[in-house]
């Protein structure tokens, strides 16, 4: 063997290493996740959505309570007397529809995200309570969890709103109690599969105390089915929250909300339009893009849905 061979022979080997490492887990994910196209359009819908809600102050032509007297009820812009200054026309008291909309998605964004987060908290620590210690813990809080899961959720939401008071805030409280069963329930599932696994015996045996179990070492591997719960539920509170507003018990004019928006102008449906068609389309397409991009995590972060 000459001696150039042997100098080569390193050199490959460590290519060939290199080559076989396994994928950066994130790198895997961002991978399966862009190969389901449904996804990448929800994801695409989603920034969207984030930077209106960020910027909003900007990307809207008006104010969202500003009322143009002069122009109630106005077309929007390619229909017959609309107008390039409202593109999406008026409401019935002149404020620009798109700018509502536009403000709205803020609004929307904003329930979603303090909803969840209520739930995922309160949820997380029920369940790992529940799937840790069992016994009469288990039993008390998963009965509790039966209860609420037996009424339909609006109806759940509309009793809680009733008792607090009818009110953003009291609104988002009660879309993060219906949706705490669902946190709850997934933790303590994902829990009981991962205490029966060795890492957490061996954490045990090395001195690890309760807290640092529940969550240090198990909480952490039960992370990839409460990520898209918690996507999925993003669009389950701007539905509920719609039927609140839409109810008269969830924002309260003139707040810019899409189901309020959808209960103002609901008399109006058959003489103009585009005050009902366009709230509920942002509506559609916001659940949509959500429900999307939480089925795309979902197949991506289960290995057992990767092709």
Not at 11 to 28: F, N, V, Y
Not at 206 to 220: S, Y
Not at 276 to 298: C, E, K, Y
Request: with cysteine; hydrophobic share 55%.
């Amino acid at each position: 063997m000459s001696e150039s061979t042997l100098t080569e022979m390193p050199g490959s080997a460590e290519a060939t290493s290199a080559s076989d490492a396994p994928p950066h887990p994130l790198r895997e994910l961002m991978r399966y996740f862009f190969q389901n196209r449904g996804a990448t359009v929800g994801l695409a819908v989603v920034c969207v959505l984030v930077l209106l809600a960020l910027f909003a102050d900007w990307v809207a032509p008006h104010s969202a309570t500003e009322q143009f007297r002069e122009a109630t009820l106005a077309p929007p812009v390619w229909q017959d007397g609309g107008s390039s200054k409202f593109i999406l026309g008026t409401d019935p008291v002149g404020r620009d529809m798109l700018s509502r909309l536009i403000y709205g998605t803020r609004l929307s964004l904003l329930i979603g995200f303090v909803s969840v987060s209520l739930s995922l908290s309160l949820g997380v620590v029920l369940g790992l309570l529940a799937g840790f210690f069992r016994g009469v813990t288990e039993i008390a809080i998963m009965r509790l969890m039966d209860v609420m899961l037996a009424l339909p959720s609006l109806l759940l939401a509309v009793a809680i709103v009733a008792i607090l008071g009818p009110g953003l805030i009291n609104a988002m409280y009660a879309i993060g109690i219906v949706m705490l069963p669902h946190f709850a329930r997934l933790t303590r599932a994902a829990v009981i599969g991962e205490m029966a696994k060795d890492y957490v015996n061996s954490s045990r045996i090395a001195g690890a105390g309760t807290l640092r179990l529940m969550f240090i070492c198990i909480l952490p591997n039960c992370a990839a089915p409460l990520i898209v719960q918690a996507t999925l539920g993003f669009s389950n509170a701007i539905l509920d929250a719609a039927a609140l507003g839409f109810l008269g018990l969830g924002a309260q004019p003139p707040t810019p909300e899409w189901g309020s928006m959808l209960a103002s102008a609901l008399e109006f449906i058959q003489s103009a339009w585009w005050v009902v068609t366009f709230p509920g389309l942002a509506i559609l397409i916001s659940v949509l893009a959500f429900n999307l991009m939480g089925d795309g995590l979902r197949d991506a972060l289960d290995p057992k849905l990767k092709q």
